[in-house]
Structures are given as structure tokens and as C-alpha cells.
């Protein structure tokens, strides 16, 4: 990853885009750890105190929730998405770079429809009251950040389409150690 | 001919596709000369708490779910979850339909789909592993796994711990000893292969609670159908499915008595003791939803009074 | 069927493209889903899905295996589990490629990842081989192949990732992949012992320990006994689920990396990022693969798949044979877990209604990516070990791996022709099925 902002975790260029990304990764790191720590605390609580956490299960959800939400855009920023790029040495050098922008834009598209559409169901969660059955937590507020994440996960990806078009990011043949960490 | 895709978020073998959506579909291919289909679908198509809006949406024509996944959206629906209401699930569900016609259904909750019917299910009852819960103190510090408002309430009354899991884990949570017993109709605990678990069961008259449900269709394809097809097909749902889903959940409660027995758990009466602290907590909750009907607009006391009501009059076949 | 087919020609046509995988099942799959319910619906599937897959309850064991994965890699118990490993076999010939293998097996029971077990094992394992004059194929190519125990011994994040899409327990699979893992390591073994024979300069003989020196190493693995213990066994126990168990692993991952003082705060937070941005790279492509599968939901392709098969009148054996084979063929060229996400949507439905257990068949799907990760030329674990080790040629690591890939082929059989392998365990632990 030969970006200048990458290495970082800024989701896009200059200093917004690097404190956003400072943000978001302080935000996952301690939900996370929040995350983890709850579950201990829920099952030991139960097991030695007879006194579990009310409704653990359903703060797990929505932490697990902020997780995904906030870490998308610095994958995104990353280049992170698994791709299969084993068709890399068949793409002429000179149309790489035009196919990396293609990319960026076409999937810069997809995270915005998703934005785009979270929000149209953040507004029916908050018209309808939606909430959870048990600690009655309401939906709303946590469709609407996870849209608005959306969106900035579509901004980190039309910034790498940039950098693809100012040259900042160059396309080479990746079809070697592309790091998905997924198996 | 048209085809009116279904969802069903439980497995084909639950006694609501098999004893009730089935039939009810059957009903509809009769009552149409099978003018109109109702084609199941593989996999349900969103989570369950997901399939109102997935109705409104067009995702899928028609779908049926628990009103206590969205408590606030449905709040007046949830009368029916109330302690010591009806003795079977086709008096409740019945009552439930017809407050919904007299008192609940001008809130316009249901106003973006097209209501084709409610239901619940049978009494609930306490479940537990080690002994009867007899007296109001058999309840303190025992892990109880509950869902819903009501039978939350009737658990922290009485000195219990509430765990709190998703229904599906029941199995994991009761087995692991994560929860001491649970508060279910005795159906669940053949769905959830949980009666060689939960081995002391105990009830009262007109169950500790209930669930109730909503059934629909999309509106729009609902209004795409001829007039007459419309009619037919209201004339098997509406109270009509009431009754048959209240029949589908006796039936498949009677199986989890079956199921009880031949796993050597025995079912016995709270005392009369228990009953007298339970009046007690029902009047506070009846107050409380009482509460909320009112600030919705609803009158909440004479709804109470009419579903109770109804109740007797079902029980004595009316 | 023919539309669906389409679909999935895209579909296809978009990730060779090297469109990221997630977004093109999303592309065709709310594409399909306009197609067949209109776009207002396809539209509110595509967020609800979204919406619903990022607080799946379930969902919340990937974040925290993740996580425990990472706490472990950083707190070096690997270099206990290859002594302990070692002082028993070292002696043998080949004996510390087998000791990595063996080494790996153990690591995999606190770890999720295929991918972090043979990373960790790089360190540990590759500089004592190349001390004792291992060859580079022989050395490398055991840490590749061990590598992918972590994914089949639990816990595992492919395995949750099945049991998500295909909605089959988690504890069940977890269970089931206990013995066929410890056949997995064996059959590794047998596979080191075969090259040492062709080749005895492969792999010489270390030193054999004292039964003083193999009493003190076992006294070094229990931190990872107390790990797996804790939290793979808390879940057979019944102290906790399966979903509590993976916060219970990585808060007791946790305290031992800070016991060894392996945790900073700049690196705790590092593991902390790294483990969210893993999560979530995962859960975009299972959120594409839950709007793709809904797609297929609303199609006949399941169906008419199960009619084309039968037409056939082949034994259904027959049939998982040849998906086994089409996936080990793909899976030398494609990237795994896509490959799988792709595909189990519309091979699934058919092999349960054949009547095979779905368990079973994902062990089976774990064995196949087990085999897609080591088998040339495009396998994650070769990368990774190649980028780790600048110093072993890849083309010999490609060489090396190959008795390796057989190996694993003879497990897939043997774990086809008996499933007791896989279903005894979870059905003798009597694990609720859903
Ligand atoms: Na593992
Ligand atoms: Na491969």
C-alpha cells in the first residue's frame, strides 16, 4: 500500500481525514475492548454472584454493530475488501490505473447506495419507534450512525479514486499477498 | 392466477406452518377455486422482528411475527401478554381479534399493511429443572430465562433472576444450567427439545402470559386482487383464523403436555398463595398498559374490560 | 434457472474483474432482487439485511475469535507448544517439521485463523529447522500445511461464517471438527514422515530430551490448556454458550498477553484496530453473501439444481464427490472464503435435500478451504509464508507443499466415506440441533 495517508489509518487525505480516522479507530479499539470486557463481566457475574448483567445480549448487539460501522471506512481507506485479483497479470500496465479508478467508483456507488438506503431506514426506526424487546433499546440513532459511516466509507473510497487519478496510489500486480486474514 | 409468496422465520415442521399457515393457505386455493396461491418461501426473508416492514416494503406478500420483538411499535397489541387472561389459546386469540375491531384497530396501527388476522398462543407456564415453583418464595434467586415485558415483570416480583437469551438458545442456556428454568406454553418445550431439561412444571389458571402475533398481507398486492377473491379470502382470515391458529397452538400445546409426560416431567397448580400475589401484580400491569392505551388515545380500562369479557364469552362458545 | 444463471455468470464476471468480492454479490443481489420483487423491495432487503447482520447477536463470536487470535499471536505461547512439541519428537527424522505440525494443531485450539496460526508458527518453528539443516521445502511448506488446522480445530471463523449463512450450530460444527482434526495432524505427519523417507536429508534428526526436559516443556503449554480449557471447554461444559465463550477466550487471551508483558498500549490498541477492521472486512462479504443467498431464495435454482442432479440417477455420495472436486479444482485459483460465500447458497439447499448432514458437509467445506489455502498458485497461507520467509523461494515452497495438498485430499476422503469422524463428537455431547 504505497498510499501517503494509509499507513496512518487517515480515511482520506489531510488533516480531517487523518483525525477521523485517529477517531475511528480509538472508537473500535474501546468498543472492542467494551465488547470483551462485558461478556466477562455478564458471565462471571452470573456464575459467582448469581447476578448477570440485564439485557447483556442485546448491548452486545449494537456494540458489535458501532464495530462493524466504524471500522468500514478504514478498511475501505485501506483497500482492505477481499478481491480476487488473480486476473492482475493479464491486465495490460496501462490500463491498470483506469481500472483501479473504475473500481474505486463502482464500489464507492455501492457503499453510497447502502448509506443511502440505512438512512431511509433510520427515519422508518424513528418514525415507528423501533426498539429492542428487552432493555427497549431504540434502533434509530444506531441506523442513522451506521448510515452516516456508510457515507463516510464512501467518501475514504472516492479519496482512493483519487489518489489512483493524481497518481498518489499506484495499481500494480497485487495478485501476491494481498492480506484478506479472512481464513 | 395469482401467487402470493409467504415467509415463514420457524422450520417447516413448527406447529404454526404446519397447523396453521398450511391450512390457512390450503383455505385460501379452496375458498378462490384456486385463483389465488400461497407459494412458502425456502428461507424466511428477514429477521423476525423484520417481517412487518418487509411486508410494507414488498419484500414479500405475506408473513405473520411476534408483536413483542417491536414492543413500542405495538404496544396496544400486547394486551394479550397480560397474566391470567384466557385458558387456551383460541379464547384469547379470539378476544384479541374482536378488540382489535372494537377498541385498538382505529390507532391505525396496522394502516400500511393489510391485516388479515392476529393470534396467540397458549397459556404460559413456569418451567423448571430442579422443582415446582408452588409458593411466590419456591421463585427467589432462580435463574430464570425470560422474554417479553410481562414475564420479566413477574420474575423480579417474586426475587428471581432474570436471564435474559434469545428464545432459540433455550436449549444451550437451560442444558448449560445458564438458567434455572424458563417461562413458556408447554408447545415450546417440544419445538425447543427442552422437556428432559425442564422437569417440574407449574401453572396458573389463565396462564403467567402470553405472545401475541400479527398476520398480513401487502397492501397493494392485497388491493390488486379481485373484489370477490377479497372477500373470500377475508372470510377464512379475520376471527376465522383466529380460531383456526388458536386451534393449532392448542393442539401443538396438548403435544408439549404428551411430550412432558413421556419425558417424566409432571405439571402441577401454583398455591393459592402464589395466585393472590400474582392478582396483585396483574392489577399493576393492567394500570400500567392501562396507562399507555390512554396517552395513545385508547381507553385503556374499558379495553382491559372488554378482552376479559370476550375471553369468557369464547370459553363459553360465543 | 437460466436467470439465475445469469446472475451468477455475473456475478463471477464482477469479482474476476477485481471488483471487491463483497460489493458484487451485493450488485447482483439486490440486481436479481429488483428483478424479481421490484426495486422499492430490493432496496429495503439490501439495508434491513445490512442493518440485521451488523447486531446479529450469533455474529458477535467473529469480532471476539478475531480478537483472541490476535491476543495470542502477540503473546508468543507458540514457542511452548513447539518445545513442548519437540522434547517428544524432535528426535525423529523430520521429527520438528512434525513437531510444528503437532504445535500447530495446539495453537489452533485458541486460535480462529489459518492464516495467524501459520504466521506465528513462522517465528517459532522455521529458525530451529533451519539451524538443524531442514530443507527450505520441507521446513516452509509444514508451517503452510499446519497452518490450516486453525480453522478446523475450533474455534474458527470459516466455521462461524457456514453456520451463519447455512443457519447450522455453531457448537454442533465446532464439536464436529475436533476429530477430524486430529486426524488432519496426523495425516500431516505421515505426510512429513513420506517426504524424510523419499528425501532423509529433508529432515534430520534433532536431539532427543530427557523425560526430566519432556516434564518441564509439558509445564510450558499450560497457559494454552488453560486457554482452550476455559473457553472451548467452558462451551461443552455448559458454563457459558458458544457466543460467550469467544469474549471469554479473548478477555483470558487478554490477561496472558499482559502477563507477558506483550501489551503496550500502542500495541493493545493496534490488535484492537486490526481486529475490527478483520470483522468487518468479513462481515461486508457476509452481508454480500446473505443479500446474494436472499436472491436465490426467491428463484427456483434450488430446486431445478436438485431436479438436474437426479436426473442423473447417480448414487448422492456421487454428488458431494464431485462438489469436492469442483471446489478443490477452484480452489487452487481462487481466494477461499469467496469462493465459498459464492457457492454454498446454491450447493447447500442440494446436499440437505439429498439428505446429508449439514454439519457434516461443513467440515467438508472447511477441509476444502483447508486445501485452497496451501494449494498453488493462489492459496492465502503460501502468500503469507511467502512474504514472512523472503528467504525460501516461492516456486520451492510450491514444491514443497504438494505431498502436503495429497494428504489433505486422502482426509477429505476418508472424512466423506465416514462421518461418524465429524458427527460423533457433537451427537455424543448432545448439542441441541436448531
Ligand atoms: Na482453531
Ligand atoms: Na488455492
Redesign the pocket.
Same mark, same amino acid.
Given at each position: 500500500m504505497s498510499s501517503p495517508h494509509a499507513t496512518e489509518d487517515a480515511i482520506f487525505h489531510g488533516p480531517l481525514g487523518r483525525w477521523a480516522g485517529w477517531i475511528l479507530g480509538s472508537v473500535v479499539a474501546a468498543d472492542l475492548f467494551a465488547m470483551m470486557v462485558l461478556t466477562f463481566l455478564d458471565v462471571s457475574g452470573r456464575k459467582l454472584f448469581t447476578s448477570p448483567i440485564y439485557g447483556a445480549y442485546e448491548v452486545t448487539e449494537f456494540m458489535m454493530g458501532v464495530l462493524i460501522f466504524c471500522a468500514l471506512p478504514l478498511v475501505t481507506a485501506r483497500e482492505g475488501h477481499v478481491t480476487i485479483d488473480i486476473m492482475d497479470h493479464f491486465v495490460p500496465r496501462g490500463a491498470m490505473k483506469g481500472q483501479r479508478i473504475f473500481i474505486s467508483l463502482l464500489s464507492a456507488a455501492v457503499l453510497g447506495v447502502i448509506a443511502w438506503r440505512l438512512w431511509v431506514l433510520s427515519v422508518s426506526h424513528l418514525e415507528t419507534t423501533e426498539v429492542t424487546m428487552t432493555l427497549h433499546i431504540p434502533h434509530g440513532p444506531f441506523t442513522r450512525a451506521f448510515s452516516i459511516m456508510a457515507g463516510l466509507a464512501t467518501l475514504a473510497c472516492l479519496a482512493v479514486a483519487w489518489d489512483y487519478v493524481r497518481g498518489w496510489r499506484v495499481a500494480h500486480d497485487m495478485s501476491h499477498g494481498a492480506g484478506a486474514g479472512s481464513a | 392466477q395469482t401467487v402470493l409468496t409467504m415467509s415463514n422465520w420457524v422450520p417447516p415442521a413448527h406447529p404454526i406452518v404446519k397447523y396453521i399457515m398450511v391450512p390457512w393457505a390450503n383455505d385460501v386455493a379452496k375458498v378462490t377455486n384456486g385463483r389465488v396461491r400461497i407459494q412458502m418461501l425456502p428461507k424466511p426473508v428477514a429477521r423476525p422482528n423484520q417481517h412487518y416492514d418487509a411486508v410494507i416494503n414488498g419484500q414479500v406478500d405475506v408473513a405473520w411475527s411476534t408483536y413483542g420483538y417491536q414492543p413500542e411499535r405495538f404496544q396496544p397489541y400486547l394486551i394479550a401478554e397480560l397474566p391470567q387472561l384466557g385458558d387456551t389459546a383460541v379464547d384469547n386469540g379470539v378476544a384479541l381479534w374482536r378488540t382489535h375491531k372494537t377498541h385498538i384497530e382505529k390507532a391505525g396501527v396496522h394502516k400500511d399493511v393489510h391485516l388479515l388476522g392476529v393470534m396467540t398462543h397458549g397459556p404460559g407456564l413456569m418451567h423448571h429443572s430442579k422443582k415446582f415453583i408452588l409458593k411466590p418464595s419456591d421463585l427467589q434467586g432462580q435463574k430464570i430465562r425470560v422474554g417479553g415485558d410481562v414475564p420479566r415483570a413477574i420474575v423480579q416480583t417474586f426475587g428471581g433472576v432474570v436471564i435474559t437469551q434469545p428464545a432459540p438458545k433455550s436449549f444451550e442456556v437451560l442444558s448449560a444450567g445458564i438458567a434455572d428454568g424458563i417461562m413458556f406454553p408447554t408447545e415450546s418445550l417440544k419445538s425447543f427439545k427442552i422437556a428432559s431439561i425442564v422437569k417440574y412444571s407449574t401453572f396458573v389458571k389463565g396462564g403467567l402470559y402470553s405472545s401475541s402475533f400479527w398476520f398480513a398481507v401487502n397492501k397493494n398486492k392485497f388491493a390488486g386482487l379481485s373484489k370477490a377473491d377479497q372477500d373470500a379470502i377475508m372470510k377464512v382470515s379475520g376471527e376465522k383464523f383466529a380460531r383456526l391458529a388458536g386451534a393449532g397452538w392448542d393442539r401443538a400445546d396438548k403435544e408439549g403436555v404428551v411430550a412432558i409426560k413421556e419425558a417424566g416431567g409432571q405439571i402441577k397448580p401454583m398455591s393459592a398463595e402464589f395466585v393472590a400475589e400474582l392478582n396483585k401484580l396483574t392489577e399493576k400491569l393492567e394500570l400500567e398498559y392501562g396507562a399507555k392505551m390512554d396517552a395513545m388515545g385508547i381507553d385503556g380500562k374499558g379495553t382491559i374490560k372488554f378482552f376479559r369479557a370476550e375471553v369468557a364469552r369464547v370459553a363459553a362458545g360465543k | 434457472m437460466t436467470e439465475t444463471l445469469i446472475a451468477f455468470a455475473i456475478l463471477l464476471g464482477l469479482a474476476f474483474a477485481r471488483i471487491p468480492i463483497a460489493f458484487a454479490m451485493l450488485i447482483v443481489g439486490v440486481g436479481g432482487f429488483a428483478l424479481t420483487r421490484g426495486m422499492h423491495a430490493a432496496f429495503d432487503q439490501l439495508a434491513q439485511t445490512t442493518f440485521a447482520a451488523g447486531i446479529d447477536y450469533e455474529l458477535s463470536v467473529v469480532p471476539l475469535f478475531v480478537l483472541m487470535g490476535n491476543f495470542v499471536s502477540r503473546a508468543g505461547m507458540s514457542q511452548e507448544l513447539f518445545r513442548a512439541a519437540y522434547t517428544f519428537i524432535g528426535h525423529w527424522r523430520g521429527g520438528l517439521a512434525m513437531s510444528t505440525v503437532v504445535a500447530c494443531a495446539g495453537f489452533g485450539s485458541i486460535c480462529g485463523s489459518s492464516i495467524a496460526t501459520a504466521a506465528t508458527m513462522s517465528k517459532v518453528a522455521y529458525p530451529p529447522m533451519r539451524r538443524l539443516g531442514y530443507s527450505d521445502k520441507l521446513s516452509a511448506a509444514s508451517i503452510c500445511a499446519g497452518g490450516t488446522l486453525g480453522i478446523l480445530i475450533p474455534p474458527s471463523t470459516i466455521m462461524v461464517i457456514y453456520g451463519i449463512i447455512t443457519e447450522t450450530n455453531i457448537g454442533r460444527l465446532f464439536a464436529a471438527g475436533v476429530f477430524p482434526g486430529i486426524l488432519a495432524a496426523g495425516l500431516l505427519c505421515l505426510a512429513v514422515r513420506w517426504v524424510v523417507w523419499r528425501d532423509p536429508s529433508a529432515g534430520p534428526a534433532g536431539e532427543r530430551s530427557s523425560w526430566a526436559e519432556r516434564y518441564e516443556a509439558l509445564k510450558g503449554i499450560w497457559g494454552v490448556a488453560v486457554l482452550f480449557l476455559v473457553s472451548i471447554g467452558g462451551i461443552y461444559a455448559g458454563i457459558f454458550t458458544a457466543t460467550e465463550g469467544a469474549g471469554i477466550g479473548a478477555f483470558g487471551a487478554f490477561i496472558f498477553a499482559l502477563a507477558r508483558r506483550a501489551l503496550t498500549w500502542r500495541v493493545l490498541r493496534e490488535v484492537l484496530i486490526d481486529s475490527a477492521r478483520t470483522t468487518s472486512m468479513l462481515f461486508m462479504i457476509l452481508i454480500g453473501a446473505l443479500v446474494f443467498a436472499n436472491y436465490i431464495n426467491f428463484t427456483s435454482l434450488p430446486f431445478d439444481l436438485t431436479n438436474f442432479v437426479e436426473q442423473f440417477k447417480v448414487h448422492p455420495i456421487m454428488v458431494v464427490v464431485a462438489i469436492c472436486a469442483i471446489y478443490v479444482i477452484l /480452489?487452487?485459483?481462487?481466494?477461499?472464503l469467496s469462493m465459498v460465500l459464492l457457492t454454498v447458497p446454491i450447493f447447500f439447499p442440494l446436499v440437505t435435500q439429498l439428505g446429508f448432514d449439514p454439519v457434516w458437509f461443513g467440515i467438508l467445506i472447511v477441509v476444502i478451504v483447508e $486445501? /485452497?489455502? $496451501?494449494?498453488?498458485?493462489? /492459496?492465502?497461507n503460501?502468500f503469507v509464508l511467502s512474504s514472512l520467509l523472503p528467504e525460501v523461494p516461492t516456486p520451492t515452497l510450491f514444491r514443497g507443499v504438494i505431498p502436503f495438498v495429497l494428504a489433505d485430499i486422502v482426509r477429505l476422503g476418508i472424512l466423506i466415506a465416514f462421518p461418524a469422524i465429524s458427527l460423533w463428537l457433537p451427537s455424543a455431547l448432545n448439542i441441541a440441533g436448531k
Open positions: - | - | /480452489g487452487t485459483a481462487m481466494e477461499e $486445501i /485452497g489455502l $496451501i494449494s498453488p498458485p493462489v /492459496g492465502m503460501l
